[in-house]
């Protein structure tokens, strides 16, 4: 048992707990923690490694007197240990014979709690909470990611509104971190080359439940000055900075889990951080004897890559002149030509010039992807269609997985007492059964308010708290600020806008008509605040505009007391934001977000949507949980889109949201707000959460590609082999491959067209060159006349083998009948097909009639 804290031997557990992130979705273990000194719990950022190294010998000799404590503390303990040794998890039960193939999940960022400051925003969050999951359902699982000294900046507003940066040094000591150490009780040492020398960096061991998150540090004692600064902070320094932060995460990462004896069946990148990881799987298998082939099928058949990223700017990409400094020394370890090594991550930007992108190179190293909402994966098809030549849009292997939360993470505490008293205890192994949260239309609506109106009040307690601190940071300057104690009314609709802040989530839509939001905000009877949080990239000046903005609004008549700004938006602010507001809203630039996580973790606390149809909304939205702003149309015209959406966002204040919210029965309560709360928590806690979220994963991509790789190294790699053979047999043929109409009556125009529920029988003839029949799918496809992309509104069908022609010709023939609501032409096409493939188009051959 862990006792590097010199605690009292009942206390013990604390240290075990405190080393082990589960304390951060256990609301009892950080109840003790708070309980031992509550201002050194405050002071310490809840971070309980740091509160027992610096807690008072004589306070500990007290805590191990008290009784209760103890007993509530070997309570926790109990609770924890069977938690952690619990063999028969989801997906133990679901699949006992893969329980001990490894998934490696590569990530930049991890936000978990506050205690391990390794996030930026969504995407950090994300994949905490992916982590946590991992653990709840038992995964074989482990995470990769850099140990930040500085992690993300601190964000601090001046009294005219700006933002200010700046960093501060973690000490590791202090961090929920163990650092890995060899049979000889040193640390475990790995290292990547850098250009002309090898960067070395250790290895840190946060545990999170069940599973390991393991963070590299290049500060070692083996590198220069300038390589221990690598890892500084997250997404900060130069393009070398980042090129070689993201050549460690990939290619180091790889190299620290082979040290560590962790041989992992199947890879996750999350995002084009870690798609370097890819290379230097590749140069395993040929370091082993492996021909590039056959290397690179075995790495696409097991990696998986998750792009967050529906702005191609925002996707990370070299010039070629860096990728050849860093990169000139590999890829003839690969037996490439420098043009092949380009070519798999050559992109043309937007502007017709050529870089190396990361996401491309994921992708052409990958046979499982995705984009995390149902939208987004459509936004994706069509972004990265030029890697998919032939292919119909709708048919490009990009998938996709919507993003949830860990929902025990985000519950207020409050709410889980609720949940406790009325759903019973089980409810935490009910997150996924979708049936079962109907019950929380039984609550009695006066308990269901009384509990959000109490999480309410101490959330504008406690975020007044942080605005006071922000307000005497200005020590007597002028700032224009109203005072704390007159702002964050408990008993006013309360609005929160908190995100990263970039110029298409449009964090002032809502201003552009001045004069009819001030009359919103100051209606006599039913006033309205709007709290808002958020941080801008460091080297985002436009952002940072957004920033100052709503900070002059704060200041302004009509706004001033009714407009908040809450600085250092993180999980500390976001918990009680998500938590104590009445309505979220999000006005992203449609379809630009590509999930979105921070409203779903709004209903589980009692609070409703206000949104745009972009990210998770549409999947979400049913018409009785929240409300909608605008439509679902992607607009060319941004100010036309601006002005669509601010009207109707007005419309909704004004017509549904605040009349709803003020508006209350012979009881005095708003029954009509709290039916729309209840069905809002009813409907989307189990669809958006990462339980349902990652065991989508383990279904749609973590199984199948386990047993793909599993397949694949049987008897020597047999059937890995035998499938190049076919895929090489393929290639070769390809070109020869020919469609053809078999009667020549078919190729009239006219016959090519199907009047609404018009039937025919279709004959085509396939050259299929020294292919078999049986290696080749033919379709017939119908297309509605009216569609304005080819390829789009597709009916298909397969077409039957008919037999042999003539000579290599071969007859397919389908009968068909076409919708009765249009006219539609059809076509015809060939792919290969074979048992072994993940995703019809995985070869990326394709043929058509025409």
Not at 24 to 47: H, I, Q, V, Y
Not at 292 to 312: D, G, K, M, N, Y
Not at 503 to 508: G, L, V
Not at 516 to 540: E, Y
């Amino acid at each position: 048992m862990e006792n590097r804290f010199n605690l009292p031997d009942n206390l013990k557990p604390l240290g075990e707990l405190a080393l082990n992130l589960w304390f951060s979705w256990n609301p009892d273990a950080r109840r003790l923690f708070g309980e031992m000194d509550t201002e050194l719990w405050r002071t310490k950022g809840k971070n309980p490694v740091a509160m027992l190294r610096h807690i008072k010998p004589e306070r500990l000799q007290e805590l191990s007197a008290n009784a209760d404590f103890t007993d509530r503390l070997h309570k926790v303990y109990d609770r924890f240990q069977n938690y952690v040794n619990q063999n028969q998890t989801r997906f133990h039960k679901s699949f006992p014979h893969l329980k001990n193939e490894v998934i490696a999940y590569f990530s930049a960022e991890y936000g978990i709690n506050e205690a391990l400051p390794n996030y930026a925003g969504g995407l950090g969050i994300l994949s905490g909470d992916h982590c946590k999951t991992a653990s709840d359902l038992g995964l074989p699982f482990v995470a990769i990611g850099l140990m930040y000294k500085h992690a993300y900046f601190t964000q601090a507003i001046d009294t005219e509104g700006n933002q200010t940066e700046y960093y501060k040094a973690l000490d590791l000591n202090e961090l929920p971190i163990r650092l890995v150490r060899d049979e000889n009780d040193q640390p475990l040492l790995a290292s990547v080359p850098i250009i002309d020398h090898n960067v070395y960096f250790q290895i840190w061991e946060a545990k999170v439940g069940r599973i390991s998150l393991y963070l590299l540090d290049t500060d070692v004692d083996q590198n220069q000055q300038e390589d221990r600064e690598i890892i500084h902070s997250l997404y900060g320094g130069s393009r070398d900075t980042r090129i070689r932060q993201e050549i460690i995460l990939g290619i180091g990462g790889l190299r620290a889990l082979r040290l560590m004896g962790i041989n992992p069946r199947v890879f996750h990148m999350n995002e084009g951080h870690s798609a370097f990881l890819g290379l230097e799987r590749l140069f395993e298998y040929m370091n082993d004897g492996m021909n590039f082939p056959a290397a690179l099928e075995l790495v696409r058949a097991t990696s998986l890559f998750t792009t967050h990223t529906p702005i191609p700017e925002g996707n990370e990409a070299f010039e070629f002149d860096m990728m050849e400094r860093y990169f000139r020394n590999f890829w003839p370890e690969l037996e490439m030509s420098e043009r092949f090594f380009f070519d798999l991550g050559r992109n043309t930007n937007v502007h017709q010039h050529e870089n190396f992108s990361l996401t491309i190179l994921a992708l052409n190293l990958c046979s499982m992807a995705n984009g995390v909402s149902k939208l987004h994966g459509e936004v994706s098809r069509r972004m990265w269609q030029g890697i998919y030549p032939g292919v119909p849009t709708d048919e490009i292997p990009i998938g996709y997985v919507t993003n949830g939360i860990h929902t025990e993470t985000w519950l207020h505490e409050d709410m889980i007492a609720l949940f406790d008293e009325y759903l019973g205890p089980d409810w935490r192994q009910n997150i996924q059964n979708k049936t079962y949260w109907d019950r929380v239309l039984e609550i009695p609506d006066q308990v269901f308010w009384d509990t959000v109106q109490s999480i309410k009040k101490k959330t504008m307690i406690h975020l007044r708290e942080l605005y006071r601190k922000q307000l005497s940071r200005y020590d007597g300057q002028a700032h224009g600020y109203p005072a704390a104690e007159e702002i964050l009314s408990p008993d006013m609709l309360t609005i929160g806008f908190a995100r990263r802040f970039a110029p298409y989530k449009r964090a002032t839509l809502l201003f552009r008509e001045s004069e009819r939001l001030k009359h919103i905000l100051n209606n006599t009877d039913r006033p309205v605040q709007i709290i808002f949080s958020g941080k801008a990239h460091p080297h985002n000046d436009a952002g940072k505009d957004l920033v100052r903005t709503i900070n002059h609004f704060a200041k302004e008549g009509g706004y001033r007391g009714k407009i908040i700004f809450i600085e250092d938006y993180g999980i500390d602010v976001s918990k009680a934001l998500v938590a104590g507001v009445d309505v979220w809203l999000n006005t992203p630039r449609r379809p630009l977000e590509a999930s979105g996580t921070s409203g779903q973790k709004v209903p589980i606390n009692g609070g409703i949507n206000l949104s745009v149809l972009d990210g998770w909304w549409p999947e979400g939205f049913n018409g009785q949980n929240g409300w909608t702003i605008g439509h679902e149309i992607d607009y060319q015209d941004h100010a036309l889109q601006d002005e669509i959406d601010s009207k109707s966002l007005y419309e909704r204040l004004e017509r549904d949201v605040v009349p709803l919210f003020y508006q209350k029965d012979a009881d005095g309560l708003p029954s009509g707000w709290i039916a729309m709360a209840k069905e809002s928590l009813r409907s989307l806690l189990t669809e958006f959460s990462t339980h349902t979220m990652v065991w989508n994963y383990v279904e749609k991509y973590y199984v199948p590609g386990m047993r793909r790789g599993l397949h694949y190294i049987e008897d020597e790699n047999t059937s890995l082999y035998s499938f190049l053979r076919w895929k090489n047999r393929i290639n070769r043929h390809w070109k020869s491959v020919r469609l053809s109409l078999k009667e020549e009556s078919y190729r009239a125009v006219d016959y090519r067209i199907f009047s609404p529920g018009e039937r025919k029988e279709i004959s085509v003839l396939v050259d299929i060159s020294s292919l078999k029949p049986e290696e080749l799918r033919v379709e017939l496809i119908l297309e509605r006349q009216d569609s304005i992309q080819k390829h789009r509104h597709m009916e298909i069908y397969p077409m039957g083998l008919i037999g042999q022609y003539e000579g290599q010709k071969y007859e397919y023939k389908a009968l068909v009948r076409a919708n009765t609501d249009g006219s539609y032409r059809f076509n015809c096409r060939v792919m290969p097909t074979h048992g072994d493939l993940f995703h019809p188009q995985e070869t990326r051959q394709i043929k058509w009639l025409d």
